[in-house]
């Protein structure tokens, strides 16, 4: 079984600073993915960024960074200038390839970025 | 453009009433999910079904079933509703397969029911 957790329920960020949303993950899979997704309050998820287990590389996406710690199990994002247009719902999962690609999901993290 | 399409976006329904939620995929995938979404429980699994007329229990599938008849549609249904049901449903829909792991899940836009 895997579990995602985002100690983080809630955060401030000042537009155009950077801010880190934390993610660790506990799985037994040798090969597996992480997902960042992104819910405004419309409710639609978007897909914001994944990191392989076997990358060696964190992914980037533009503004997004994939932090990627595998001996820590960490898998935090980073967004770089933020903007008003961030303020959402950041929700971390991780894929398990042997049960058929399904996505396991934190808590969430409420992210407000102040004008 | 790919979509995954929910057919309700808002829905309030009475105690006790049959509720039925629909979904459909145009993208051929072989998976179909269904979570709820409250307030600090993040996203959890009700049902899942990995092919046409297969369906698996999530984790929180107590009052809920589910029906895949054909592999674009993927139902849920709230035989007899309650009011703790009254959350953000969630279908989602993925390909399973060799490079297929980094694609994740595409959503629909997601149903609010209100059960009064």
């Known amino acids: 079984a895997q579990k995602i957790t985002q100690t983080q329920p809630g955060m401030f960020v000042q537009e155009k600073e950077a801010v880190t949303l934390d993610c660790t993950y506990d799985?037994?899979?040798?090969?597996?993915?992480l997902f960042w997704y992104k819910q405004p309050s419309s409710g639609e998820m978007i897909f914001l960024i994944y990191?392989?287990?076997?990358?060696?590389q964190n992914a980037t996406e533009g503004r997004y960074s994939l932090n990627f710690q595998k001996a820590r199990k960490s898998a935090n994002l980073v967004i770089s200038a933020s903007q008003l247009g961030d303020s959402a719902m950041y929700f971390c999962?991780?894929?398990?390839?042997?049960?058929?690609?399904?996505?396991?999901f934190g808590g969430g993290t409420r992210l407000m970025v102040k004008p | 453009d790919v979509k995954v399409t929910q057919s309700s976006r808002y829905l309030v329904k009475r105690t006790g009433e049959k509720v039925f939620l629909e979904c459909v995929q145009d993208?051929?995938?072989?998976?179909m999910f269904w979570y709820r979404q409250d307030p600090g429980l993040g996203l959890r699994l009700i049902y899942f079904?990995?092919?046409?007329?297969?369906?698996e229990k999530g984790d929180i599938p107590e009052g809920y079933s589910v029906s895949r008849e054909k592999k674009e549609r993927f139902s849920l249904i709230l035989e007899s509703a309650s009011t703790n049901q009254t959350s953000m449903y969630l279908c989602?829909?993925?390909?399973?397969?060799?490079?297929?792991?980094?694609?994740?899940?595409?959503f629909g836009s997601g149903t609010r029911l209100t059960v009064v």
């Open positions: 799985t037994s899979d040798q090969s597996y993915g």
């Open positions: 989602a829909s993925s390909s399973y397969g060799p490079g297929t792991a980094m694609y994740g899940y595409t």
């Open positions: 079904s990995y092919d046409v007329k297969m369906k």
């Open positions: 990191q392989g287990s076997y990358d060696e």
């Open positions: 999962a991780t894929s398990s390839y042997n049960a058929g690609n399904m996505l396991t």
């Open positions: 993208m051929d995938h072989e998976n």
